[in-house]
């Protein structure tokens, strides 16, 4: 089934629906951004970073059971998740866009398509012009796509993804991108000086007086000829030759350049309202610089993914019986291999890393039955501690010392 099909089989023209009447009487529509923002390279940097990031995170279907022990579930789900969510994208391309739209416009959208028994297949991103919130008479929700090609699609609000950043002033959407406006406009003005800066270069770099007057085709001819031989590249020395019926009187012309200050300013201004820094986007960035990115910026993305995907990929009573969807990627991956090294030394003997725990993170593959946990005997559970204390002091606990004497 083809992607535009996919969609028309979702549509239900015979159901009447109304607009949504919001309590701040907001209305319940999105509109793309159209600030011009991705068209600006410091503002598409920025995004791109981010979303090249976000994109590693790594979903999965896990089922917490009455005993709190997490258990992988579906491998379909899994696979849905982290490999092919479409015929026409990888993961990776979905959470890249979807992380796009949510900078780019404060809203993201995704429709999960269903089979006949309800569970996900298929995962599109929406790429919309325009979406409405609608209603019908038993107050569901709906919402109401609108697409540059003229195409208009309705589709149940539980089967859509919607991913808001700045969620305030409205009920339903997050909000537009307006505060981005002076920024975006100083940037494109920095932008123009740039590029008239450069077209200043071949304004006239000088005059050519004669002292006797010539026909225009001769005048013509003197110019092109003097240009070729003294103007043009090839002539290293910088040397003119003229005699006395002409002057070459040079221009001292100076284009107008751009404070290297303000630009940084602006492009600051713009990293900031993104909460991403100049050292992120040009992947200079420290451990420590990484770790202040990762916990700003990617795990909360990651946040709003795993509790959006949970809830609308499953049911109340699927949910009820610990079925989640979580997306992470440990901030170990992106550490140096002196830290991964580290770090596994010191979690390993509490028990805390199985075996392949530790090989993922030092980008090993995983080995045979090495699921399990390995814990130092100097870090016993304190029950059992309790247990051989007391043993000992009924002199019933086994000699652990060698060449202990009675």
Sequence with gaps: MGFLQTFKRRFRPGRELSQVQTLTGNTATYTAF???????????????????????????HIVTGADNQAKAGDKSLDRLLQIQPNPYMTAYDLIYKLCTHYYLNNNAFAFLDRDGRGAVRNVYPITCTQADFLTDASGRLFVQFRFRSGNTFVLPYGDVIHLRRNFNSNDLMGDTNEALYPALELAHTENEGIINGIKSGATIRGILKYTQVLAPEKLKADKEAFI??????ANNGGIVATDSKSEYVPIDSKPVTIDPEQTKTTATKIYNYLGISEKIVNSTYSEDEWGAFYESVIEPFALLLSLEFTRKVFTERERAFGNEIRFGAGRLMYASNQ???????????????TVNQALEILNLPPVEDGDRRLQSLNNANTEIVDSYQQQKAAGT????????TA
């Design 228 to 233: 070729a031989e003294y103007l043009d590249v």
């Design 339 to 353: 830290t991964k090294i580290e770090t596994v030394r010191e979690l390993m003997p509490f028990g805390v890393l």
């Design 34 to 60: 159209s600030g011009g923002a991705y068209d600006n390279d410091i503002y598409r940097g920025a995004v791109d970073a981010i979303a090249r990031n976000a994109a590693k995170l790594k979903g999965a």
């Design 397 to 404: 606990a086994p000699d652990t010392e060698k060449g202990a």
